[in-house]
């Protein structure tokens, strides 16, 4: 493979603040690398830089010869571009197999008219229009920022099945993990200003990164006990070392260095308790809303049961905020209503997000609402709950306007959670979090108690979350459907048909209840991986101990064997029953 892109030592800060140093990686043709980060850690600099957006503090980047890059950033702009048609083929040819092209992309984004003008569009349409800016360009290497977020399910798995099969050179920062599992051979991390790459894909990221974090911790570890010794040496009197060898002191603040290890893991703590719901939840009874000639609902009737957690996918555009919002009475019906149980206290995580006063600091979002928050375990004062979402006391004091997009998620979060909601609803709650806090977000809500609603692009979260779907088909359809979104994915078309919560083919008066489908959550998940491992790691000792009382060893070997090989059996069997228990529910 022909090298198409060298990095070299590559440093980038923004005044006090060092985002990477020393970042050094290259690329061949046919390359698919995913970026990942915490938020805040130079993902998107790191692309426009490469792209010549923006000039690194140091480093060199050297492309090949005749290289024709496409590059998607997260806030496209199309100039006086007089319609959709014409932004999007900004930079191409205009020969009509060009245009045709175009038309067909435009189709497959979900734009209807292409002469329409680009002025009114929303971030998500714009988003689209670029990738098909992008893709008509037909670049050698395409480098995308964030290229999923504000995508409906249907295009992101369009644009998943492209960008498999293209042969092209791919660079991309994004959240979504299926879409990194399944389209990049390679995983570039940002972590403590440096960048370290992985030859696989997501899947095996994750468990590349455990094993460097737990070498890291191990070899900070040794070093502090080394540490120990060459203190007591470094504290003498100057004259007791004067001729002592130079490296031995290099060795010491060598140590010193790799003795504080990895940074502390900082992440967003979500322990609050959700306050306490009632046998009475809410019920629908035959909601119908239109829009002119857009039917949003048409007789939808269900009875929510407590603890379901139902997610709500379908094109962008058919109504899911719109239905999210009737649910608490933001929006009216036309007809029907809704009968809410009185201890029912929701929390909106809205896409929009709460508009803040962008003039004030961070601080002053949390004190307004409340001077002390009670997380159901204990008080907080403003201050210490925001630090719970990684907004140290100098973040605290910034200016709203001055928050990158993964900031205002965050704080839109801590004003949800700090009210212990009982019923959660969350439209896009994946859009700008970064991998590691949606993963926290999941574990909360796959042990929250309470009943929650997602709507989601992100097919990973839904997988992770949900008991079952509201999938919205247009014309007021609505179809309940028992499983996560891959068991909806992969179910035959035709089965579906039998599961309509919309469109009065029900009973009168019949309410609807899903089964809930048990499946494994965040934790036992873990639980189950580490099982394996675990015991894996019992039976091959107690071969050994089997080999030792073959081999007739020393008489007191023998018996501290035997109370061993008598601890394991006992441990082997709570362990695979546990696995069992698991396994049925995996």
Excluded at 136 to 157: A, C, G, S, Y
Aim: charged residues 30%.
């Amino acid at each position: 493979m022909a090298s198409i892109l060298q990095i070299e030592n590559l440093t980038k800060s923004y005044g006090d603040r060092l985002l990477f140093a020393d970042v050094t990686f290259g690329m061949e043709e046919g390359d698919k690398i995913g970026v990942v980060a915490r938020n805040g850690t130079g993902k998107s600099t790191l692309l426009r830089i490469i792209c010549g957006q923006e000039s690194p503090d140091s480093g060199n980047i050297t492309w090949r010869r005749d290289v024709k890059v496409g590059y998607l950033e997260q806030s496209p702009d199309f100039g006086d571009a007089a319609t959709i048609k014409e932004a999007a083929m900004q930079g191409c040819d205009h020969a009509p197999e060009t245009e045709l092209e175009c038309e067909r992309l435009l189709s497959q984004m979900k734009f209807s008219d292409p002469a329409a003008s680009p002025a009114h569009l929303s971030g998500g349409q714009r988003k689209r229009v670029a990738l098909v800016r992008t893709l008509l360009m037909h670049p050698d290497m395409i480098v995308l920022d964030e290229p999923t977020n504000h995508l409906d399910i249907e295009v992101i798995e369009w644009l998943e099945d492209y960008l498999k099969r293209a042969r092209c050179t791919l660079l991309m920062v994004t959240h979504d993990r299926y879409f990194l599992d399944r389209v990049c051979s390679r995983i570039l991390e940002l972590d403590d200003a440096t960048a370290y790459l992985y030859d696989g894909n997501y899947d095996y990221f994750l468990r590349r990164r455990d094993e460097r974090i737990e070498a890291q911790q191990a070899d900070a570890a040794r070093a502090r006990n080394l540490l120990r010794k060459e203190q007591d040496w470094m504290n003498r009197q100057p004259q007791a070392r004067a001729g002592k060898a130079r490296y031995r002191i290099e060795q010491y603040y060598d140590l010193k260095e790799r003795s504080r290890g990895r940074a502390a893991e900082r992440d967003v703590t979500l322990d609050t308790r959700s306050s306490r719901i009632g046998s009475k939840i809410f019920e629908a009874e035959h909601i119908s809303k239109r829009f002119d000639h857009k039917i949003i609902l048409d007789d939808f009737s269900y009875c929510f049961a407590r603890g379901e957690k139902v997610g709500i996918v379908g094109p962008n555009g058919v109504g899911k905020s719109t239905f999210i919002k009737m649910l608490q009475g933001l929006v009216e019906p036309d007809s029907g209503h809704w009968n809410v149980g009185e201890t029912v206290r929701f929390g909106y995580y809205s896409q929009e997000g709460i508009e803040f006063d962008s003039s004030k600091k961070v601080i002053d979002a949390i004190t307004e609402i409340a001077e002390e928050i009670d997380n159901g375990a204990g008080n907080f004062a403003p201050m210490q709950w925001l630090q719970r979402f990684l907004f140290s006391p100098a973040d605290q004091q910034k200016y709203i306007a001055t928050l990158s997009g993964g900031e205002r998620c965050r704080l839109h979060l801590a004003t949800v959670l700090m009210r212990r909601p009982n019923f959660l609803i969350l439209d896009e709650p994946t859009n700008d979090l970064d991998i590691m806090t949606l993963g926290i977000l999941e574990q909360y809500l796959a042990d929250f108690e309470g009943c929650v609603i997602v709507i989601s692009h992100d097919r990973f979260f839904l997988d992770n979350i949900v008991d079952h779907l509201f999938v919205m088909q247009g014309e007021g359809r609505v179809k309940d459907f028992p499983g996560n979104y891959s068991d909806y994915r992969n179910h035959p078309r035709e089965q579906l048909r039998g599961a309509d919560t919309g469109g009065g083919n029900k009973p009168k008066g019949e309410k609807q209840r899903t089964e809930r489908k048990e499946k494994l959550s965040f934790k036992e998940r873990k639980e189950f991986e580490a099982l394996e491992k675990e015991i894996e790691e019992l039976n091959a000792e107690k071969e050994a101990l089997s080999a030792l009382f073959s081999s007739g060893g020393p008489v007191d070997r023998i018996a501290e064997a035997s109370a061993r090989f008598a601890t394991i059996k006992d441990e082997l069997d709570i362990k695979e029953m546990r696995w069992l228990e698991l396994s049925e529910k995996a």
